[in-house]
């Protein structure tokens, strides 16, 4: 399978916003919008995050098809990396290769990411990348209604 990343194209937003609405993926990732059922708040969620020449916005594709998002942007500070796979395509290493190949893009390091405590899939992407598990802290997950506890990584 090989695997390219490519700009994010407003054609891939409809797929997207159904990848970010399945039960299963919003339970992993749990920082999610409050309701991923809400149209209106993804369009100006990524009508925002595109618009800021600050962050990157990647589409992942495995042999041309596109299977997810990866990108990075700052918090508070420090510039992070999330992604989101197709649910469908989960287990397959298509997040650790989206990763390795963002890592040759963002070249800020420190670099940081958040993973939910029960996703244990995303904290093995990471992992495999060379990031390194430095705490924990305990966070309102609005996708979840609740407090999850996340652990943070950082890449030096």
């Given at each position: 399978?090989?695997?390219?990343l490519r700009?994010?194209?407003d054609?891939?937003?409809d797929?997207?916003f159904?990848w970010?609405?399945?039960?299963?993926a919003v339970?992993?990732?749990?920082f999610?919008?409050?309701?991923p059922s809400?149209?209106?708040?993804f369009?100006?969620?990524y009508?925002r995050?595109r618009?800021?020449?600050e962050n990157?916005m990647l589409?992942?594709?495995?042999?041309?098809?596109f299977?997810g998002t990866?990108?990075?942007f700052?918090i508070?500070?420090?510039?992070?990396?999330?992604?989101w796979?197709?649910?469908?395509?989960?287990?397959?290493?298509?997040?650790?290769?989206?990763?390795?190949?963002?890592?040759e893009?963002?070249?800020?390091r420190p670099l940081?990411?958040?993973v939910?405590?029960?996703?244990?899939?995303?904290a093995?992407?990471l992992?495999?990348c060379?990031?390194?598990?430095h705490?924990?802290e305990?966070s309102?997950?609005?996708g979840?209604?609740?407090?999850v506890?996340?652990h943070?990584?950082?890449l030096?």
């Open positions: 399978m090989r695997i390219s700009p994010l194209a054609d891939d937003l797929t997207l159904a970010e609405r399945d039960a299963s339970e992993l990732a749990a999610t919008r409050e309701d809400d149209r209106a708040a369009d100006a969620h009508r995050v618009a800021n020449p990157t589409a992942i594709e495995a042999d041309g098809r299977v990866i990108a990075s700052t508070e500070g420090d510039r992070e990396v999330s992604y796979v197709d649910p469908a395509e989960w287990g397959r290493g298509i997040a650790s290769a989206a990763l390795q190949a963002f890592l893009v963002e070249r800020t940081h990411a958040r939910a405590a029960h996703n244990g899939g995303s093995t992407v992992r495999r060379g990031f390194v598990r705490g924990e305990t309102f997950a609005p979840l209604g609740r407090d506890v996340e943070l990584y950082r030096d």
